[in-house]
């Protein structure tokens, strides 16, 4: 079988899965990403081509008449590659519902297409019709707010139109039954993937080694971005210096609001509490998880969690991407704290460092959550199932 993926990017952490796929017996993955950098892609998202084993074809992204990008030569393209099935999610599938002769090339080649979407902050089809203000996570992973009751039922005939198009749908949250079911997308074409890094290779790599976290070390790592909310994670620090004055924040990443951030430490006086690492990798990130005590997400995010968890680490995060309600039970394995609350923030971080034996104890059950629960399998036999799902092939995909 042969799928094509419709992508703004390589972001590293999804060609480990898309090489995971690749290697499935009778599968064969191929990718069609901008030949230059997407408008879809957000400010300092790490992208990559090493280690890649699926085909790549780049093609020219352009604006289109609805502000949204797409790709001259995608129909050509589509013919030469010639797939049995094709996912894409937002915006690119949007040209798929609106341009006739795109839908009358998959329909004349039996061509199935598969939507990957993001649905924990869709809004169900019963608040488009009432009109309510709604809010999404845009193609560059920035928040968009429509407050216009026009542009709000606009939106939703756009979701309603390609929702039903799709012949499956791939979720990394369960929600997507409750949202993509109000826009009548039957339940038998929902398949929930979850969502993770290649944690196969990860566990690999940090072997036996142990962590050795120094106490109340407080670790962060991801684009220091608006929606992340470092800033709120700073000044939740400052909250927590008050009681533990050794507390030390680890902030490893870059983007546009590191400068900020930065004068926000100092404006707390807390720049010595505060390391801003910068961007860190591969090996040299994982001493970083090793010797912290516990992994916070204040923002918006989900991969990260998966990360700390292989680490053995405790978590404590709000609402991020819908991930964390599969990996974090609060109590067992780290802590929830209220949305934008920077005291319950600081409370919650407290309650994980304050006693040694039972962060011990939360970091040995993230990595139980991990190994046994959710992980790279689950998302691979999501996809598979989807793929099963819309294949007209007798011989089923499995993984060896």
Sequence with gaps: MKVLFIFGGLPHYYNAILNRLNNVPNLEISVVVPSEKSATIGAGVHQSDKGINFKIHRLEEYSTLLKKPFFKGISAKIKEISPDAIVVGWPYIIFFWCNPFLRNLLKRSNIKLICKEIPFNIPKYDDILAGKEISYFEENSSFKVVKNKTQVKLLGFLY??????????????????????????????????????????????????????????????????????????????????????????????????????????????????????????????????????????????????????????????????????????????GKYFITDDQKDLANQIDFVISDDQRNVEMGKNSLSIVKNEINVNTVIQGYLDAFNYVSQNKNKLEVE
């Design 160 to 333: 309603k139109g390609y929702f039903n198009l799709a012949d499956a749908h791939v979720n990394y949250v369960d929600s997507a039954f409750e949202i993509l079911g109000s826009y009548g997308v039957p339940k038998e074409k929902i398949f929930i993937t979850y969502n993770s890094i290649d944690t196969d290779v990860l566990l690999k790599e940090i072997g036996n080694a142990e962590p050795n976290p120094i106490k109340k070390t407080v670790l962060h790592v991801g684009r220091l971005v608006k929606w992340k909310k470092v800033d709120l994670l700073i000044r939740a620090h400052a909250e927590l210096v008050k009681k533990h004055t050794d507390a030390e924040l680890r902030i490893i990443g870059d983007g546009p609001e590191m400068s900020a951030l930065k004068v926000l430490a100092a404006e707390l006086k807390i720049s010595e509490n505060v390391n801003f690492l910068g961007k860190i990798y591969d090996a040299e990130l994982g001493k970083y998880f090793l010797s912290s005590s516990v992994y916070v997400l204040a923002g918006m995010g989900g991969l990260s969690i998966n990360e700390a968890m292989c680490y053995s680490l405790p978590v404590v995060v709000s609402e991020c991407d819908g991930t964390e309600k599969k990996l974090l039970r609060d109590g067992f394995n």
